[in-house]
T-cell receptor, first 111, second 114 residues
Framework: QKEAEQNSGPLSVPEGAIASLNCTYSDRGSQSFFWYRQYSGKSPELIMF????GDKEDGRFTAQLNKASQYVSLLIRDSQPSDSATYLCAVIAAAGNKLTFGGGTRVLVKP | GAGVSQSPRYKVAKRGQDVALRCDPI?????LFWYQQALGQGPEFLTYFQNEAQLDKSGLPSDRFFAERPEGSVSTLKIQRTQQEDSAVYLC????????????FGPGTRLLVL
């Protein structure tokens, strides 16, 4: 099992709808979780980080962490065509600083 | 302020050639990371520096890969005797602290080995 797994997509959502992305991780001791957005040909750009169980909201984005079930999710409300990108979840294990990335979920927002 | 910068942005090398990729982290950032991203995949960790010390090089795929950060700021990733499988985007990231802080990525260097 990979350390972080995501559905590769594409996840197609109509403009204005909610996009829901999931990521499962294998290291139960992981403490830090990140969502990055990556446009085609560009580098990853941080959207959010979350450390504690529960929800964290920032504008149209909400990250949800459930350590017992070992998953982290990202909700994008009022999806816009400009949200079309690949979304990468990343985890830092209990001991260490390196990011372990999932394979990314491609999101397509259709006008 | 300025973000992470990398040079060159694109590099074409003939198989067997040596290449050197440069990373300028955000000023004052203690931690510096190198990642390799193949097409259609998430980035994979290569190596990590805290100041000038290379604390983790477990992700370097072979002894042809070498990284340094001699003065604790600029870092260079060197690949000797490049192979076609080395073709990828090489991403550099930096963070301000030493424990699981957010990492900010540079634009990457796209390496194509012919």
């Amino acid at each position: 099992q990979k350390e972080a797994e995501q559905n590769s997509g594409p996840l197609s959502v109509p403009e204005g709808a909610i996009a829901s992305l999931n990521c499962t991780y294998s290291d139960r001791g992981s403490q830090s979780f990140f969502w990055y957005r990556q446009y085609s040909g560009k580098s990853p750009e941080l959207i959010m980080f979350i450390y504690s169980n529960g929800d964290k909201e920032d504008g149209r984005f909400t990250a949800q962490l459930n350590k017992a079930s070992q998953y982290v999710s990202l909700l994008i409300r009022d999806s816009q065509p400009s949200d079309s990108a690949t979304y990468l979840c990343a985890v830092i294990a209990a001991a260490g600083n390196k990011l372990t990335f999932g394979g990314g979920t491609r999101v397509l927002v259709k006008p | 302020g300025a973000g992470v910068s990398q040079s060159p942005r694109y590099k074409v090398a003939k198989r067997g050639q040596d290449v050197a990729l440069r990373c300028d982290p955000i000023s004052g950032h203690v931690s510096l990371f190198w990642y390799q991203q193949a097409l259609g995949q998430g980035p994979e960790f290569l190596t990590y520096f805290q100041n000038e010390a290379q604390l983790d090089k477990s992700g370097l795929p072979s002894d042809r890969f070498f990284a340094e950060r001699p003065e604790g700021s600029v870092s260079t990733l060197k690949i000797q005797r490049t192979q076609q499988e080395d073709s990828a985007v090489y991403l550099c990231a930096s963070s301000s602290g030493t424990f699981q802080e957010t990492q900010y990525f540079g634009p990457g260097t796209r390496l194509l080995v012919l």
